[in-house]
């Protein structure tokens, strides 16, 4: 090695690259916390949403009341999409069926951008859908989950009558009675109208496993920024009738 070469006169040009190299993670780290800092304190796109748990579920009522009177709102989908183009803040979050006649936004007559739904059939809450709603309230700030049933759903009578039959409905089904049948095994044993009560005890268990849900769902329930309450919409009015909240 020449003597303009050697160990010792490199060490200082490692060394002073080594330092630049540092310089620019730490540029890189304070430019990252400085765009975390500034999205945690922007203006959220739609202020109207920022609501108690309480105003919340009395605004998305309010929103069924319209859509079962039919005086639904006219939305500006375009100023919509234009103010909720960098970010959200949904004033509620539903858990709703699959099922093709129901529709949370036009249920609960509201704008782009002011529900976070997840929809399965037979309305459970598996854990993808445990998971979004803890998106929802531990990022979104969403105050509120709705689970919302309806009369004659086809997974709760599916789930009753492969009961009743002892017998697996065929491809991916069995995933949806396992998720729905301690709801329809209760009800059973209750008698009488079976379907409905299986309903009503399907959107109970569920509003009980969200609401115990640790660690996200839980605290936000102990610490009163979140509400979980459950309905049933009836297909042959539209209403949403509440039938527990806390």
């Known amino acids: 090695m020449c003597e303009d070469c050697s160990p010792d006169l490199l060490r200082p040009t490692m060394l002073s690259r080594r330092s630049t190299m540092l310089s620019v993670g730490s540029v890189l780290s304070l430019g990252f916390a400085g765009r975390a800092l500034a999205k945690e304190t922007k203006a959220p796109p739609k202020p109207q949403n920022v609501l108690s748990p309480d105003a919340a579920l009395k605004r998305l009522m309010e929103g069924n009341a ?14 919509e999409r ?34 976070f739904v997840c929809r399965v059939a037979g309305n459970f809450a598996g854990t993808e859908t445990i998971a979004s709603m803890e998106y929802a309230v531990a990022v979104l700030n969403t105050p509120l989950i709705l689970v919302l049933g309806h009369d004659a759903c086809g997974a709760v009578d599916a789930t009753l009558k492969a009961i009743k039959d002892d017998k697996s409905p065929p491809g991916h089904i069995p995933s949806l009675v396992d998720a729905i049948a301690p709801a329809a095994k ?47 919409y009836r297909l042959t009015t539209g209403t949403v009738e509440l039938i527990a909240q806390g």
Request: glycine share 10%.
């Open 82 to 115: 234009e103010a909720l183009a960098g970010g959200q803040n949904p004033f509620a979050a539903v858990l709703s069926c699959a099922d093709s006649r129901i529709a949370p936004e036009y249920a609960f007559d509201s704008g782009r951008g002011d529900l």
């Open 186 to 232: 209760a009800a059973m044993q209750q008698g009488g109208d079976v379907l409905n009560k299986a309903i009503r005890q399907n959107v109970i268990d569920n509003i009980a496993k969200l609401k115990s849900a640790a660690p996200i769902l839980n605290a936000a329930v102990e610490q009163g920024k979140l509400k979980v309450a459950g309905g049933i």
């Open 66 to 79: 319209r859509y079962v009177a039919g005086v639904s709102r006219r939305h500006d989908f375009k100023h």
